[in-house]
């Protein structure tokens, strides 16, 4: 029996044997490996599928040489990188990866918030640097975690999780959102830098893309202020991050744990010295169970496709 052929853009290389799965059930067009690149989407022109990363985007290049294109699955909960507007013109769908990563993600956003508030990389760095046992310290004193205001940018399924974990450390919690929500107890704050001023500690957790660029501005930030800590598992986009990095240096802003930056893989030397700065290389949804989720979902859904089924988790583009 002939194999469905798709086009693949990226590897699911976050996913151990993710891409084995994908061959076995589809004769994959793997671009990412192609030497000529237009040679291969030359050769995909019958291609009805593309399965592609949160990383690793879909171009309107990609999309408009494929005249018989339906479907986009893509393995990642975020879209920003993905052209919307090309899609929509050649009315190609689109599926994320949505709610499997949830849990995931605010559990991280919680490590770098503890890890920030209370030096867990710096004391790790100064043990291994046998400081402990040269008596070389003592270490700043940390921030208490339990019982503080957390202010929380987006108050959408990940947001809703990381809520959820501040209730369990006694937290006060506010929120501020592009509309406030009405099956929430938590207060919606009307403007950012009202929230950034009351909060202790700031978790971004709003979606990517132009509508959000540089959304946590300097005044954003100033608000937040020198005993405030920043976290984002969102996208490096949503901070200022050259105002971030100044106030850092400053003592302007107290501390920032950072999962997500404005050019990945490229991290700011500046912030690479800071010991009030928890750094992590985009791996949020990064846990072996959240991944395989991810993977069966981008599967289920690129098989519902094949299937004539509705698709399981399509991403609203009017
Ligand atoms: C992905 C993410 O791991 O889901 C998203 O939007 O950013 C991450 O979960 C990563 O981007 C995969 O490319």
Redesign the pocket.
């Known amino acids: 029996m002939t194999r469905p052929r798709i086009l693949q853009i990226g590897s699911l290389a ?1 996913s151990p044997g993710a891409d084995t799965r994908m061959r076995e059930q589809y004769e994959v067009i793997e671009l990412w490996k192609a030497g000529d690149r237009q040679a291969c989407l030359q050769s995909a022109a019958d291609v009805e599928v593309i399965v592609t ?4 985007g879909c171009k309107r290049e990609v999309i408009e040489s494929l005249p018989n294109l339906k479907v986009i699955c893509s ?4 879209y920003d990188s993905i052209d919307l507007e090309a899609a929509r013109e050649k009315g190609v769908l689109l599926t994320n ?1 949505p709610d499997v ?1 949830n849990d995931c993600v605010a559990d991280e956003a919680w490590g770098l918030l503890i890890a920030c508030a209370r030096g867990i990389a710096h004391a790790d760095r100064h043990v291994r640097a046998n400081n402990w046992e040269g008596k070389r310290g003592p270490l700043p004193l940390g921030t208490r975690v339990s019982g503080k205001k957390l202010g929380i940018v987006g108050l959408g399924r990940i947001g809703l999780a990381i809520a959820k974990r501040g209730t369990g450390f006694d937290m006060n919690i506010r929120y501020h959102n592009r509309t406030p929500r009405n099956d929430v107890t938590y207060q919606y704050m009307n403007s950012l830098e009202e929230l950034a001023s009351w909060s202790d500690f700031l978790i971004i957790a709003t979606v990517g893309g132009s509508g959000t660029q540089a959304l946590i501005d300097r005044s954003v930030l100033k608000a937040l202020g020198p005993n405030g800590i920043v976290v984002n598992i969102a996208r490096g986009s949503v901070i200022d991050e050259t105002a971030m990095v100044e106030l850092l240096a400053s003592g302007e802003l107290g501390g920032a744990g950072l999962d997500v930056f404005d050019k990945e893989p490229r991290v700011p030397d500046e912030l690479k010295k800071m010991d009030q700065v928890v750094l992590m290389p ?1 791996v ?3 846990t072996t169970e959240t991944r395989k989720a991810m993977t069966d979902l981008v599967l289920a859904n690129v098989e519902a496709y094949f299937s004539g089924k509705p698709l399981l988790t399509p991403v609203s583009n009017s």
């Not at 393995?75 to 975020?78: I, K, L, R």
């Open positions: 976050g990363t949160a990383g690793h393995w990642g909960v975020g990866t990563l985009h949020a949804s990064a």
